[in-house]
T-cell receptor, first 114, second 114 residues
Framework: KAGVTQTPRYLIKTRGQQVTLSCSPI?????VSWYQQTPGQGLQFLFE???????NKGNFPGRFSGRQFSNSRSEMNVSTLELGDSALYLC?????????????FGPGTRLTVL | DQQVKQNSPSLSVQEGRISILNCDYT??????FLWYKKYPAEGPTFLIS?????DKNEDGRFTVFLNKSAKHLSLHIVPSQPGDSAVYFC?????????????FGEGTQLTVNP
């Protein structure tokens, strides 16, 4: 069974631009969560989507948004990029029934904002 | 506020010895705890979990202990192997209402020396 895939793996943008990251969950997984990892901050929860609806949201500004499609694939968007948005963005999927807290992570998208 | 804390940024042990990684939490609503391992350039990989109704869970070389009164959990790796060298994250979940949202600690870099 294929794992969680994220595209692109690396991205370089400049301040003020916007960016869209993509995540394809494990087949059959309907929950997709996004996390931001920065040095010294651990993994910070951004939001979770389940059946195309945002089910949970972390403490991030409105510049961070996401959506989920009917095939459970998800995208997250960051508008008006700031230097502090440079981070590793991780997507995780989970099955709604089996160990719903046990999330499976993709390799991440490394975003650098110049 | 940091609801999940891993106070040791790094830990170094000899191959064959025990590795003990610690984690403290403050939120009494957390009822499920997980440990993830992360290698550079990869997403976190699920290791082991424990429900708040238990105080110990074992899986091969990995054992997680939960002390609810102290709001403390630990991961024991016995015997430690060089391939265990990675960053270990402790994570917690606050029940079904939180969906798949996990709150992570800052991580502990484990180095197992041959």
């Amino acid at each position: 069974k294929a794992g969680v895939t994220q595209t692109p793996r690396y991205l370089i943008k400049t301040r003020g631009q916007q960016v869209t990251l993509s995540c394809s969950p494990i087949s059959g997984h309907r929950s997709v969560s996004w996390y931001q990892q920065t040095p010294g901050q651990g993994l910070q929860f951004l939001f979770e989507y389940f059946s195309e609806t945002q089910r949970n949201k972390g403490n991030f500004p409105g510049r961070f948004s996401g959506r989920q499609f009917s095939n459970s694939r998800s995208e997250m968007n960051v508008s008006t990029l700031e230097l502090g948005d440079s981070a590793l963005y991780l997507c995780a999927s989970s099955h709604p029934r089996v160990g719903y807290n046990e999330q499976f992570f993709g390799p991440g998208t490394r975003l650098t904002v110049l | 506020d940091q609801q999940v804390k891993q106070n040791s940024p790094s830990l170094s042990v000899q191959e064959g010895r025990i590795s003990i990684l610690n984690c403290d939490y403050t939120n009494s609503m957390f009822d499920y705890f997980l440990w993830y391992k992360k290698y550079p350039a990869e997403g976190p990989t699920f290791l082991i979990s424990i429900s708040s109704i238990k105080d110990k869970n074992e899986d091969g070389r990995f054992t997680v202990f939960l002390n609810k009164s102290a709001k403390h959990l630990s991961l024991h790796i016995v015997p430690s192997q060089p391939g265990d060298s990675a960053v270990y994250f402790c994570a917690a979940s606050a029940g079904e209402t939180s969906g798949s949202r996990l709150t992570f600690g800052e991580g502990t870099q484990l180095t197992v020396n041959p």
